[in-house]
């Protein structure tokens, strides 16, 4: 199964300013997919990133607000920009894994529990 | 209408009952789905995946697929505290990401 390195698992951030998000994959993926965890909430799709093209995002979310970079198949960045109190929440990268002995699912990252002070 | 819809729960059962989670999707064309396990402040793990109408087992878990009713649901037999979680029904959108629905609550008690 693919392994997800993902960074930093937590931070805690000055509203307007901006924090990365790294995901490192340890194996070529097409797409890799970030979500957003609210506050006791199910995680909601932020947008599709594909290796050499702009990433595809959901309704409701703007490139300038989470800027998505994808330089190869096995690393993708997030950026939550201009960070605001309503940003406080966990964020998670997921790629889709063919698995072991075809137990087909996809995985996540440990995910990067946001707080906006 | 929601891509996929879960009842939020809370969900109790005692320790030893089958517990049953229920899951409804809105595209018809869906070929495969999932059940993720997500405790506390953790990541989504996977519990089943399944394609094909009818029962699949894994240990104390059955997943059930009815494509004509468009209706997945998860049975957990003998339920242990530790079963304790929020369980994410989630189908692929166009063979793409994941779309997840609200994630039923399951508490078991001993």
């Known amino acids: 199964s693919a392994v997800i390195s993902q960074k930093p698992s937590r931070d805690i951030c000055q509203r307007g300013t901006s924090l990365t998000i790294q995901c490192q994959v340890d194996s070529q993926v097409t797409m890799m997919f970030w979500y957003r965890q609210q506050p006791g909430q199910s995680l909601t799709l932020i947008a599709t990133a594909n290796q050499g093209s702009e990433a595809t995002y959901e309704s409701g979310f703007v490139i300038d607000k989470f800027p998505i970079s994808r330089p190869n198949l096995t690393f993708s960045t997030l950026t939550v920009s201009n960070m605001s109190p309503e940003d406080s929440s966990i964020y998670l990268c997921?790629?889709?894994?063919?698995?072991?002995?075809?137990?087909?699912?996809?995985?996540f990252g440990s995910g990067t529990r946001l707080t906006v002070v | 209408q929601k891509e996929v819809e879960q009842n939020s729960g809370p969900l109790s059962v005692p320790e030893g009952a089958i517990a049953s989670l229920n899951c409804t999707y809105s595209?018809?064309?869906?070929?495969?789905f999932f059940w993720y396990r997500q405790y506390s402040g953790k990541s989504p793990e996977l519990i089943m995946f399944?394609?094909?109408?009818g029962d699949k087992e894994d240990g104390r878990f059955t997943a059930q697929l009815n494509k004509a009713s468009q209706y997945v649901s998860l049975l957990i037999r003998d339920s242990q505290p530790s079963d304790s979680a929020t369980y994410l029904c989630?189908?692929?959108?166009?063979?793409?990401?994941?779309?997840f629905g609200k994630g039923t609550t399951l508490s078991v008690s001993s």
């Open positions: 595209d018809r064309g869906s070929q495969s």
């Open positions: 989630a189908v692929p959108r166009a063979g793409t990401a994941l779309i």
């Open positions: 997921s790629v889709e894994d063919p698995g072991d002995r075809g137990v087909y699912g996809y995985t």
């Open positions: 399944i394609y094909s109408n």
